[in-house]
Nanobody, 120 residues
Framework: QVQLAESGGGLVQAGGSLGLSCAAS????????MGWYRQVPGKQRELVAT???????NYADSVKGRFTISRDNAKKTVYLQMDSLKPEDTAVYYC??????????????WGPGTQVTVSS
């Protein structure tokens, strides 16, 4: 089995920064694309950023120029550096990863989420 766990969420004032991390753990597996999504109560989950196994990144228009996604394949970890935060960035942030396990099953995994709150 594979588990994802986010860390780094918290409360920050508008204009501040936060860094999120998400580490994959479990039995032997390989990781394809990884990403971050966020969700506000009453709204659908939305894409924030993705990064390929080779490091190519993609961002939602709302976070371009402010957020940076990266990964460390040796640590099986994806990061999201969030700068110039705005109140509208407030949400639960979820990590996801496309994972191939030892029995060659390919699945999308999700972490439990971490709260990011930006005060005005």
């Amino acid at each position: 089995q594979v588990q994802l766990a986010e860390s780094g969420g918290g409360l920050v004032q508008a204009g501040g920064s936060l860094g999120l991390s998400c580490a994959a753990s479990g039995s032997a597996f390989s990781i394809g694309p990884m990403g971050w999504y966020r969700q506000v109560p009453g709204k659908q989950r939305e894409l924030v950023a993705t990064v390929s196994s080779g490091g190519a990144s993609n961002y939602a228009d709302s976070v371009k120029g402010r957020f940076t996604i990266s990964r460390d394949n040796a640590k099986k970890t994806v990061y999201l550096q969030m700068d110039s935060l705005k109140p509208e960035d407030t949400a639960v942030y979820y990590c996801n990863a496309r994972i191939t396990t030892n029995d060659l099953q390919v699945r999308m995994y999700w972490g439990p989420g971490t709260q990011v709150t930006v005060s005005s």
